[in-house]
């Protein structure tokens, strides 16, 4: 199996869930793909980074980290978040969570196009912890409450994959691992994100299309309320 960079690829950006290489000259419609999250969340359809403007600075800060879904397909969905270079990547990420949901749900989820994923944590049980340490969140998939998920650390079946990632910057595809019996394929979805702090209770991390690309639509919004049972 061969794994592809999509850096530069104008496509639709989603999952292979076979071990097929792909001709990216052609346009591809992938049936199975991560795409979106929470319609509720926001009143927009899509995100687009904001331009530079001093009057937001104080209120928002943005930055650009890369993004990882991982998971065998019918086993639970991994997210992670690493520093947006190569050599950060094979280290151990910033965040890294585990989904209550199996990779094939996410995958349906995306077939739409728009995918938005909603974490959410109550402020009287977390508020002495940064974001990316809180140990579990209410988990939401466009809008419907889908359990939970829990920040974990780093495994050597984490650290392995990450090092067959590295030199991928954007791309998604099927890993060339062991299959685990009854688990189906391990699969993957990776690309940049914009990182957009909007305080120390809300957080949120939009996908960015690469050049050429247009119409996959996924956000991801970590928020710490009053009202969630996390």
């Known amino acids: 199996m061969r794994m592809i960079d999509l850096g530069s690829y104008g496509g639709p950006l989603g999952i292979i869930d076979t071990s097929t290489a792909v001709d990216c000259t052609k346009d591809v419609r992938f049936r199975r793909s991560f795409r979106s999250l929470v319609e509720?969340?926001?009143p927009c359809c899509g995100f687009q980074p904001a331009a530079d403007d001093s009057s937001d600075t104080a209120s928002t800060t943005t930055t650009t980290v890369t993004g990882t879904f991982f998971g065998y397909r019918r086993s639970r969905v991994s997210f992670c978040l690493h520093d947006d270079s190569s050599s950060s990547r094979a280290a151990a990420p910033l965040l890294l969570l585990e989904f209550a949901?199996?990779?094939a749900y996410l995958a349906r989820e995306m077939q739409?196009?728009?995918l938005r994923i909603a974490l959410e944590c109550d402020r009287a049980r977390a508020q002495s912890l940064s974001l990316f340490g809180v140990p579990a969140w209410s988990m939401y998939c466009n809008g419907r409450k889908v359990g939970f998920a829990v920040r974990r650390q780093m495994s050597d079946a984490d650290a392995a994959v990450f090092k067959l990632m590295q030199s991928i910057s954007v791309g998604?595809?099927?890993l060339p691992a062991d299959s685990r019996s009854?688990?189906?394929d391990l699969m993957y979805l990776r690309a940049?994100?914009?990182r957009v702090v909007g305080s120390v209770d809300s957080e949120s991390f939009h996908?960015?299309?690469p050049v050429g690309c247009t119409g996959q639509q996924l956000s991801i919004f970590?928020?710490?309320t009053q009202s969630s049972f996390c």
């Open 222 to 224: 970590l928020l710490r």
């Open 40 to 42: 509720c969340m926001v």
């Open 112 to 114: 739409h196009g728009l």
């Open 182 to 184: 009854g688990d189906g």
């Open 172 to 174: 998604a595809g099927v």
């Open 207 to 209: 996908m960015i299309n």
């Open 192 to 194: 940049s994100f914009e």
């Open 101 to 103: 949901v199996p990779t």
